[in-house]
């Protein structure tokens, strides 16, 4: 019996270093911002894999979604519905470029970066309508000075 009780204090030792380990960032989807109007705040996260990023509707009106030709091979894509929070775990390494539909071409548009960005360049390649196509490339920007800066 003392055994039973040891490893179930073992496992539950070993989740709990494992949920420990694990980080949360928060994303606000928001009508005004910092960076101007429909956004989401931070724009650009940097998470290491295993890690969750939560969106949350502060303004009414905003969904998240990922967009389909942005994200690592074998990553899965994710749709929230308007007005609804919504918590991810990514696990691929690479760039995960997310939208809010009804104001994607208004530019309300981020990106994740998991680990190394090694699709980069396949995620820039994409297309994307109205002001989205200068806030991603705007994204990529500050994510290449960052990794500039950080050598």
């Known amino acids: 019996m003392r055994k039973i009780i040891m490893l179930g204090a073992l496992a539950a030792a070993l989740g709990l270093t494992g949920a420990v380990n694990a980080a949360e960032v928060e994303v606000k989807m928001l009508n005004k911002g910092a960076a101007g109007v429909m956004v989401f705040e931070p724009a650009l996260v940097k998470v290491q894999p295993g890690d969750t990023v939560k969106f949350v509707a502060t303004d009414k009106g905003h969904n998240v979604e990922s967009v389909p030709t942005m994200l690592p091979e074998g990553a899965s894509l994710f749709v929230g519905k308007t007005n609804e929070e919504v918590t991810i775990t990514l696990d691929k390494p690479g760039v995960y470029g997310y ?25 820039k390649a994409v297309a994307h309508p109205g002001k989205a196509k200068q806030a991603f490339a705007a994204l990529f920007e500050t994510l290449a000075s960052q990794q500039t800066a950080a050598k």
């Not at 939208?99 to 190394?116: F, L, N, R, S, T």
């Open 99 to 123: 939208k809010c539909k009804p104001h994607y071409g208004m530019g309300m548009v981020g990106m994740i970066v998991v680990g190394e960005p090694t699709n980069t360049d396949q995620a």
